[in-house]
């Protein structure tokens, strides 16, 4: 097997609520295992596979780092990262709440959710709002301990920019479906796609944040008429 080929994770493999960074550990960017990961070496592994800037992958890393509580840890599994309501949050696009099911794993009904929110071929910005939108109304109806406010929101939003950036970061921030839906059912990266030619930086993630924090709000004051 070359350096970065494919492995579907084995039974006792460590693995985490984001996509992409259980991509990088099936690609070997990361342990495959999904154990002791260094800071040092998610920074690396984000900059290799996905073309992060320098202070992007530093920033998203401590982040991830610290609001989990692995700071004064020399190590971390992916799991690790994935504490319920540290970042990993309710109403996410392609995870079930924790009180329906694990969110550690891909709910391929949620991604076909999302695929059908395709525009010509492509799920951009208004895509996720939509998908967003959704999962937190049926969240709203069926999950008595659902907890999503607006650090959540917040949250959605920077997870929703990170996706185009760097699985459209080539292509205007639109992400073909067949492309999404192997990185998203399978944590693989597809391909035909290539990491951004531009490093990725804290400020481009930024705008498209925004934007989808106000195509939220848009959609949120359309409900409500
Ligand atoms: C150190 C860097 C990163 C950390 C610590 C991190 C952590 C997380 C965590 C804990 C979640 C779960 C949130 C939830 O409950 O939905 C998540 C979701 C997500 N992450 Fe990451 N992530 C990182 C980098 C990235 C990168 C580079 C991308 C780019 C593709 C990305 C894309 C996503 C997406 C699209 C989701 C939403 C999944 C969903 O809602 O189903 N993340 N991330």
Not at 101 to 123: A, C, H
Request: proline share 4%.
């Amino acid at each position: 097997m070359s350096e970065h080929e494919w492995q579907a994770p084995g039974p006792d493999d460590k693995r985490s609520a984001c996509p992409a960074l259980n991509t990088l550990a099936n690609h070997g960017y990361l342990p495959r295992d999904g154990d002791n990961i260094t800071s040092q070496q998610l920074i690396k592994a984000l900059q290799d596979a996905y073309n992060l800037s320098g202070i992007l992958a530093t920033v998203s890393t401590y982040n991830g780092v610290v609001t989990n509580g692995l700071l004064f840890k020399k190590t971390f599994n992916l799991e690790e990262l994935s504490k319920h309501n540290a970042l990993e949050h309710d109403a996410s696009l392609s995870r079930k709440d924790k009180y329906f099911g694990n969110p550690l794993k891909v709910d391929n009904e949620l991604v076909d959710k999302l695929l059908d929110q395709q525009v010509d071929g492509k799920i951009n910005l208004d895509s996720l709002a939509k998908q967003r939108q959704m999962q937190l109304n049926h969240s709203k109806e069926h999950n008595p301990e659902l907890t999503y406010g607006f650090v959540q929101k917040v949250l959605s939003g920077a997870e929703g920019a990170m996706l185009v950036n760097v699985m459209g970061g080539n292509t205007n921030f639109e992400v073909d479906v067949a492309m999404l839906e192997t990185f998203l059912k399978h944590e693989r990266l597809p391909h035909t796609w290539r990491k951004p030619e531009k490093p990725v930086s804290p400020l481009e993630v930024f705008n498209n944040s925004n934007a989808l924090m106000k195509k939220y709000d848009e959609l949120e004051k359309e409900q409500h008429k």
